[in-house]
T-cell receptor, first 114, second 112 residues
């Protein structure tokens, strides 16, 4: 599990600020995903990427921006943070998407927007 | 889009008894159904999955059953142990569409 890491693990920011959450994996997995986890909603997909320079929207993409210039990194940026984006964010990766099987999750980033 | 409902939201069982968690899905085209376990403060981890061409799958004390006609699938844990205490999430997806839709989770507590 040390193959996928997230930073920072905890972040407090103010409304309106830009914040970037980092995700790094060492397995050279093609697919990477960003989820948010909120009580009562389970895990919801924000964005995913099938390969470097290929990204697509998930269920709740509004207010978020992603990029993937390198296979191993998949940063998530909140361009202007809002209180509703207070959540736990999980990054995940997999060899080949759903067909490729298991998604491996990172340890999560707890973000609080004040 | 897909909608996954999960019941119950909390479940307490005596150690050694069985636990059953049920999920229903809305999109009849969905064909992949994983279950994730999340211990307190930890990351979700896949414990078992099933594809729509299979009706049941077992892995030691854990089994998953799928009823495509009724569009529901269930997680069965037998001979429960304290380490089974966690939140369990079901999910559904369609091969070729990389979007896992998760249920809202079941908090399972094993009473010693």
């Amino acid at each position: 599990d040390a193959g996928i890491t997230q930073s920072p693990r905890y972040k407090i920011t103010e409304t309106g600020r830009q914040v970037t959450l980092m995700c790094h994996q060492t397995w050279s997995h093609s697919y990477m995903f960003w989820y948010r986890q909120d009580l009562g909603h389970g895990l919801r997909l924000i964005y995913y990427s099938a390969a470097a320079d290929i990204t697509d929207k998930g269920e709740v993409p509004d207010g978020y921006v992603v990029s993937r210039s390198k296979t191993e990194n998949f940063p998530l940026t909140l361009e202007s943070a809002t209180r509703s984006q207070t959540s736990v964010y999980f990054c995940a990766s997999s060899v080949g998407g759903i067909v490729g099987g298991e998604q491996y999750f990172g340890p999560g980033t707890r973000l609080t927007v004040t | 889009g897909e909608n996954v409902e999960q019941h119950p939201s909390t479940l307490s069982v005596q150690e050694g008894d069985s636990a059953v968690i049920k999920c229903t899905y809305s999109d009849s085209a969905s064909n992949y159904f994983p279950w994730y376990k999340q211990e307190l403060g930890k990351r979700p981890q896949l414990i078992i999955d099933i594809r729509s061409n299979v009706g049941e799958k077992k892995d030691q004390r854990i089994a998953v059953t799928l009823n495509k006609t009724a569009k529901h699938f269930s997680l069965h844990i037998t001979e429960t142990q304290p380490e089974d205490s966690a939140v369990y999430f079901c999910a559904a997806a369609l091969f070729g569409n990389e979007k896992l839709t998760f249920g809202t989770g079941t908090r399972l507590t094993i009473i010693p």
